[in-house]
């Protein structure tokens, strides 16, 4: 059996992955495309095509990924690690 800090980190990961991920697709991927004018003429609306499918998806992995790096935080007592410089 899982248990919760292993699923919380699992999903916080997942999140991170998916996140970052996304994030470098449409900085390298799509914003060259739409610049370069390979999804057809109208820049600003094939701009909004993509950006509205992808906008869902980053705001709940930003969501999950802070959700589960609270979560981690409090069950595994991690509060005094944001008081060192040395975990900065």
Same mark, same amino acid.
């Given at each position: 059996?899982?248990?919760? !800090?292993? $699923?919380?980190?699992?999903? *916080?990961? $997942? ?8 994030? !470098? ?18 820049? #600003?609306?094939?701009? *909004? ?12 992995? #930003?969501?999950l #990924? ?9 069950? $595994?007592? $991690?509060w ?9």
């Open positions: 059996m899982v248990d919760g !800090s292993t $699923l919380a980190r699992t999903l *916080h990961i $997942l999140g991170v992955v998916i996140w970052i991920g996304g994030v !470098s697709m449409a900085t390298t991927v799509a914003l060259v495309a739409v610049r370069r004018g390979d999804l057809g003429p109208d820049r #600003v609306k094939a701009f *909004h095509a993509i950006e509205r499918r992808f906008v869902w998806q980053a705001r709940a992995a #930003v969501l #990924v802070g959700a589960t790096g609270f979560y981690m935080t409090a069950v $595994l007592d $991690l005094d690690r944001f008081a060192g410089p040395a975990f900065w």
